[in-house]
């Protein structure tokens, strides 16, 4: 830029070269670190995940007659047990 530039425009030519460097390198480097990053947040405790639960068992609520004896009339519905 000196040396391009005519003798009254060189300080100005100059300094729009530095401040145009400048800008480059600050928009080139803005994420560069040599400092280590340290987190001191502690995280938030995971929710529990819902997850349906499915038992494949089978329950049956229900009474049984009492046993009764051989040549009653019962409906054919009734369990008979044996005498034993």
Known sequence: ???ASLAGDRILAA???AIIWALAS???LRGLSFRPVIHNHQAA???PVFGPEFRPELHLHATLPAPTLHGDDTPPTVIRFPNG
């Open 1 to 3: 830029m000196w040396s």
């Open 15 to 17: 300094a729009l070269a």
């Open 45 to 47: 405790p995971a929710a």
């Open 26 to 28: 600050t928009l080139a």
